[in-house]
């Protein structure tokens, strides 16, 4: 599939498939280290009146760049509507209105549960990473969860060094046990496969690889053993369409960033 | 009564050492210029505050002003992680630094409630989350009708907070727009508040009635400071300066790089430095 | 998704008999045209919601169409007693009706849960108040970092909310602005929300970010009703017909003067009427 | 005091020496049925920079013309800023902005308690008034309270039918008991007399008469034994700028409110 003309890379296929999962009746909340290249290519392809959200009070967000951070100008400039943060966490996420919170992780165990918190213990982290910021709620109040990271052993493994957001705890009805009436994370798109939580068990089944992706490439990039559906797919190849809205988005903006400042004072 | 001060002495007037202070900014109207004018007035042992600490407060630590941070996201909006900050929680360096710990829904609820006189919001949050165990300031109460078990906070309540905004009239309102953040609670939460503008205007007349304005009863202190935002943006006046959140990252990582920038950048600048700093992201009028 | 519709079919399509609805409007931008549809269109066993019941609650519950109201203020704004409101409460007339009565703060927390999809709001009220001795849904919460006993009220989560507003654009956003009130937490409140508002146009791209716009998919269905509040006013439109407030006064005394009214004036027009009515309240252009 | 030349009435008088309480920098929260001519003569006269916020959410508003309702759209049009309902009754009534609560009554009793709820008992009223509206919040959570009403046995009685908002309960502590830390009711204007709380009892006591009123006047018309205090006072008449400014504003209110509507439907 991947020839020399329609080549791409695994990160572009892992955002391409992310952008695939999502669809126009969507309201989207693309929290702190989400990927919003695959909200956005989502809205310049298949789902134009898809609903982004940010954090940082932007509702209904049509960015023609990609934002640095959540809170960057253009998110304000085409908006619905901005509003104040305590009125974002108060309505419009705990309200019940978010169909798709869409999270990245540092660490990723095989239930979903994510860390961004610490590597190490808490109280003296060998490595301090920058917390949850929006994640933990995120994690509860979205109706679903879409996860989306490059795989690694670094990143996927057994045990999470910190619980910062939830998913699926020890699996089964944990989340049903501790209040949770939400789905959790429905869906994990990483640069190599497509995974999904089994029914049951609700641990991360790969369900659809990536192509030329083998299952000895998802094992090895992963720290806990993988277990794959018995009707393995092979996830379509990006379109000429989807890879050109990509790259293109990437480009406008590298463009628009690199024209800013030249960084004399922070 | 709000008055018009220069920024020194805004600062060095509501300021002291030791105070739980807030600097607040979503991305959006960071209060550089208040930092910067309080690391070069050197207080000590302050309790900062912050939903997205950011540069501002990785210099106030890495300066060793600081004795406890509380935030819900320590990073360097879109680059990465806090490198002064970092040291300080990992390596004690150049002090330790007590650390409370919220998400983002935490600290919104926490600020709304300061506004709202409350002494604790109420709010479903942290379920199944790590932080519920390792922040004691992290309780539950039971709604009395549904029996549903919900999170609490302590209501945020600092002794002063500085934030930036658009624009001032001549009476003292102040005009937030854009992005506008926890700002209007971040002031009404506190006992003072000081507020950095780009500029003052003879009336607000003409605004829309239902746009984010401080009555000037609810500040303590305005200056004029163009660009005090820097590298943060301020709508409608200039842009964010992606580049210098990228270059941060550089310049935290290093110990003595570090010094050397806030020597040449902070100590020896003055408020009136910003202007410059912004004057090739301005908006085209 | 938002559908345009003629006031008559969103009104059917959305109010049922024995639902609990609010027809909400602080004083300004009072829904009258969905209130007469909905009177016109014989709904039974309401529960009605509203901060402020006024004329359009009093003539429903004139007509007989609620088994019970839940209020803060059951007054004719500025001119005194509801009329038909006390005739159904002193002599249960036409029917009894039951009564759950707060303060302001009560229901404007209630409804601000509601919107934040919690089961309860806890705010500091209701000390001294009787009225926490006569209704069962004032409970206490205790702070869990304080001590202190606070108020707790159920979140109000209508059936259906009918509220008016200026303008939507074609994609179904919906703009309100002027006394805001209670009406973005009413929406938000709510299972469905039927909006009138007094024109659409094009596109709201020139708007401020920071106006009350309540985005398509929070609501159910939009008609287009020019004077849609009278006599209450919508700012940028028509003023408050007061005169028609005073008179009321008058009408609503007497049950057969009611009754004659409200067949003159209700079930013999339709929502096109509306227009004609603040012909002389327009504000010039 | 009261010639022919600067005659007034005993409403005239009660407006103006409410008018006359209130100082430049007090902050006013202006609830349903209160005295809000009283607040715009003290701006128009002696306040010119009081801030007046009446619960429709209008903040720092200065009407030309006084609103019929607590939302006439002059309020707003005037405003410094306008918010929504909720953020009015969480943020700056009980954040703790409001200095001067200004409330009237239907019922009052000696110690400040207000009944605008019902004549008779609760479940079935004699007589079904409006009810409090914001009163219950604004009596605990503004830092003082003025009340000002016409004298009547009816209006002023020993003991009222319900308690829409605490004054000082049976005297004394009572509000410290309850845990309310703020003053409560701290004046008394009718049209007869100024009244003030006794330091220790609370009991509204008659500080100062207007002019040409005896003592067995404030009685005939007070439900409960009247308490003077030792040096009684007599009010200052209206100036004649007060009583121009309160005419002045009545006439216009009156003008504008005549030109609204033929009330064809309500």
Request: aromatic share 8%; proline share 6%.
């Amino acid at each position: 599939m991947s020839d020399s003309e329609s080549g791409f890379t695994p990160n572009e296929m892992m955002t391409i498939a992310a952008s695939r999962a999502l669809k126009n009746d969507d309201v989207c909340f693309v929290g702190i280290g989400a990927p919003s290249a695959a909200c956005n290519v989502a809205r310049l392809t298949h789902a134009p009146d898809i609903t982004l959200i940010y954090e940082s009070g932007t509702i209904g967000t049509a960015p023609q760049v990609l934002p640095l951070s959540i809170g960057d100008g253009e998110l304000c400039d085409t908006a619905v509507t901005t509003v104040s943060v305590p009125e974002m966490f108060r309505y419009w996420l705990q309200g019940g209105r978010i169909s798709i919170g869409f999270l990245g992780a540092a660490q990723l165990d095989k239930f979903g549960n994510i860390n961004t918190t610490v590597i190490g213990g808490y109280p003296h982290p060998k490595t301090r990473l920058p917390g949850g910021g929006g994640a933990p709620e995120i994690a509860t109040s979205s109706k679903e969860i879409y996860i989306t990271m490059a795989q690694s052993k670094r990143g996927m493994v057994e045990t999470i060094d910190f619980f910062t957001s939830f998913g699926h705890g020890e699996g089964g009805d944990h989340r049903k046990r501790l209040g949770i009436e939400t789905a959790g994370p429905t869906l994990l798109i990483t640069d190599l496969a497509i995974w999904k939580p089994d029914p049951v068990t609700k641990e991360f089944t790969v369900v659809s690889l990536h192509p030329g992706v083998s299952r000895a490439e998802v094992q090895a990039t992963c720290g806990w053993t993988v277990k794959f559906t018995d009707a393995l797919e092979e996830t379509p190849a990006p379109t000429a369409l989807e890879l050109k809205t990509l790259r293109d988005l990437q480009a406008r903006t590298k463009a628009a960033h690199a024209g800013t400042g030249k960084g004399k004072a922070a | 009564m709000v008055k018009f001060l220069p920024l020194s002495e805004a600062v060095a007037g509501n300021l002291n050492d030791g105070d739980t202070v807030a600097f607040e900014g979503f991305t959006h109207l960071i209060p550089t210029a208040a930092a910067h004018e309080a690391i070069r007035q050197g207080f000590e042992e302050l309790t900062l505050i912050r939903m997205t600490p950011d540069l501002v407060y990785d210099q106030m630590i890495g300066m060793g002003m600081a004795r406890k941070i509380v935030f819900s996201y320590l990073g360097n909006p879109g680059v990465g992680l806090l490198r002064r900050a970092r040291d300080a929680i990992e390596n004690g360096f150049p002090r330790p630094i007590e650390v409370e710990e919220h998400s983002h829904a935490g600290m919104a609820n926490a600020y709304e409630a300061g506004a709202a006189g409350l002494p604790c919001a109420v709010f479903r949050g942290y379920r199944g989350a790590g932080l519920a165990a390792v922040n004691p300031n992290i309780k539950t109460v039971t709604c009395p009708f549904t029996g549903e078990v919900l999170a609490a906070v302590p209501a945020i309540r600092p002794d002063v907070t500085f934030i930036h905004a658009q624009k001032a009239d001549r009476k003292g309102n102040v005009l937030v727009e854009g992005i506008i953040g926890i700002q209007k609670e971040a002031v009404l939460a506190a006992k003072r508040a000081v507020v950095t503008v780009e500029e003052v205007v003879d009336s607000f007349d003409e605004l829309h009635p239902n746009l984010t304005v401080l009555p000037s009863w609810t500040i303590s202190a305005i200056s004029v400071v163009p660009g005090g935002s820097h590298p943060s943006y301020t709508h409608g006046y200039y842009i964010r300066d992606n580049a210098a959140y990228l270059e941060w990252d550089e310049i935290a990582a290093d110990r003595e790089k570090f010094q050397g920038w806030m020597q040449a950048n902070v100590i020896e600048r003055t408020a009136a430095d910003f202007a410059g700093r912004v004057e090739h992201l301005r908006i085209a009028a």
